[in-house]
């Protein structure tokens, strides 16, 4: 069974930064696509950042710009550079990956097949 274990969130200002991390327990360098979603209270689960097989990035439009997403296959771990944090940007942040092949859908998606337990953000004003 793979794990993800997300680690790096916190409680900070707004303006400041944070960078999340995930350790993934097989290799990162197969997957079709690792990403970031958050969910706040009372808000649906919304993808945040995706990375492809390829390296190839995308970042939903409220976090362009402040959110970069990478990934170090030697260490087989997921990464999220977040600056310019806002109070909106609160919430439970999870890490998902997915190996093999799924056809029709864009990185990152909702029915990734592994997700870590999460990791709180803070941002106060």
């Known amino acids: 069974q793979v794990q993800l274990v997300e680690s790096g969130g916190g409680s900070v200002q707004a303006g400041g930064s944070l960078r999340l991390s995930c350790r993934a327990s097989?290799?990162?360098?197969?997957?079709?696509?690792m990403g970031w979603f958050r969910q706040a209270p009372g808000k649906e689960r919304e993808g945040v950042a995706g990375i492809d097989r390829d390296g190839s990035t995308s970042y939903a439009d409220s976090v362009k710009g402040r959110f970069t997403i990478s990934k170090d296959n030697a260490k087989n771990t997921l990464y999220l550079q977040m600056n310019s944090l806002k109070p909106e940007d609160t919430a439970q942040y999870y890490c998902?990956?997915?190996?093999?092949?799924?056809?029709?859908?864009?990185?990152?998606?909702?029915?990734?097949?592994?997700w870590g337990k999460g990791t709180l953000v803070t941002i106060s004003s």
């Open positions: 097989r290799d990162t360098y197969s997957t079709q696509c």
């Open positions: 998902a990956a997915a190996w093999g092949i799924t056809y029709g859908v864009t990185c990152p998606w909702n029915g990734m097949d592994y």
